[in-house]
């Protein structure tokens, strides 16, 4: 159980700290976002996630997942709740992005 956890942590941090760390970084500015701040924000919210998806149900956790991700990213960030949630939409579109060019070449290789 704990090696699946130590995983989900690990690709978590690794597919979106960085994301999370660009749109922090352009929105609130380059001063005030350091890199590890991104990581240790990734990693507490994936264990907030999924504990709440134990304990409250992965249906009606999602609402409480939303608050609390902004909540996390508001308290390590010092920023209002307006940015956080600027920094979570434009986290969202990075990865959207990425997720695309990384799908593009399969797409193109499963058609052909």
Known sequence: MFGNLIG?????IILQAPAL????????????VEFMDAVKITAVFTIVNLL?????GAE???????IAY?????RYFETSWR???LIAL?????????SLLLMGPGLFLYIR
């Open 52 to 56: 709440m998806q134990i304990f409250i």
């Open 21 to 32: 760390w660009y749109s922090a970084r352009n929105i609130l500015g380059i001063n005030r």
């Open 83 to 85: 940015n956080a949630g």
């Open 8 to 12: 989900i942590i690990i690709i978590n």
């Open 90 to 98: 434009f986290m969202l579109f990075i990865n959207i992005v990425i």
């Open 60 to 66: 009606v956790a999602e609402f409480f997942q939303i």
């Open 70 to 74: 902004l909540y996390v990213v508001r």
